[in-house]
C-alpha cells in the first residue's frame, strides 16, 4: 500500500524522476550533493528540482542543505524549489503549495531571492513552452491547454507580458 501511496505523491512522469538511491543518498546527507556538484549552481539547481518534484518528502533535507549551504548556493537552492514548484502546479497542485509554503516558512533573503528570480526563468518549465517555436493563438482565450487543448487551464497562472 505504501508504494501506491509514493507514486501518488510523484509531480512529474516516471522518466523524468530522480532514482531511489539518489533520493535516499539526498535523504542521509544533504550536504553531499552540495560536495558531488560543487561550483555548478546549474546542476545544483536542476538536480535538486528533480528531487523536490520527485517527492516534496525531501523537503526537510532541503532545509538542512540550506543550512549547511554558502550564500551563493542558496539562491540556487530557492530556484529549485521554485522550478519544481513549477513543474508541480498542474499534476499536484497540494504538491506547489507545500513548497510554497516552505519557502515561506524558511525566511532566508538568499533562498527567496532565488525563488523569485527562478518565477519566469528560461531554463524552467517555462523553457520547454517557449521552445516549441511559434503558435497560433487560441480561440479558447487560454482557457483551454495541452497538446490538442482538451485540458483546462491554470486560472493562477501569471499572464505572459509582451517584451
Known amino acids: 500500500m505504501s508504494s501506491i501511496d509514493a507514486c501518488r505523491a510523484q509531480c512529474v512522469e516516471f522518466t523524468d524522476r ?50 549547511a549551504s554558502a550564500s551563493t548556493d542558496r539562491s540556487s537552492i530557492g530556484a529549485a524549489l521554485r522550478i519544481a514548484e513549477g513543474r508541480c502546479t498542474s499534476t499536484k497542485p497540494d504538491a506547489a503549495r507545500k513548497i510554497k509554503d516552505f519557502v515561506q516558512r524558511i525566511g532566508d533573503l538568499n533562498v527567496q531571492a532565488g525563488y523569485s528570480a527562478a518565477g519566469d526563468d528560461a531554463s524552467g518549465v517555462q523553457a520547454q513552452a517557449q521552445d516549441k517555436g ?14 490538442w487543448k482538451t485540458k483546462l487551464a491554470n486560472p493562477f497562472k501569471p499572464v505572459p507580458l509582451p517584451n
Open 18 to 67: 530522480a532514482s531511489q538511491l539518489e533520493l535516499d543518498t539526498f535523504v542521509k546527507s544533504p550536504s553531499s550533493l552540495l560536495e558531488r556538484l560543487r561550483n555548478d549552481k546549474e546542476k545544483l539547481r536542476y538536480r535538486l528540482s528533480t528531487y523536490i518534484a520527485t517527492t516534496t518528502s525531501v523537503l526537510p533535507s532541503v532545509q538542512t542543505l540550506i543550512s
Open 134 to 147: 511559434p503558435t497560433q493563438p487560441s480561440r479558447g482565450g487560454a482557457l483551454l491547454d495541452g497538446e
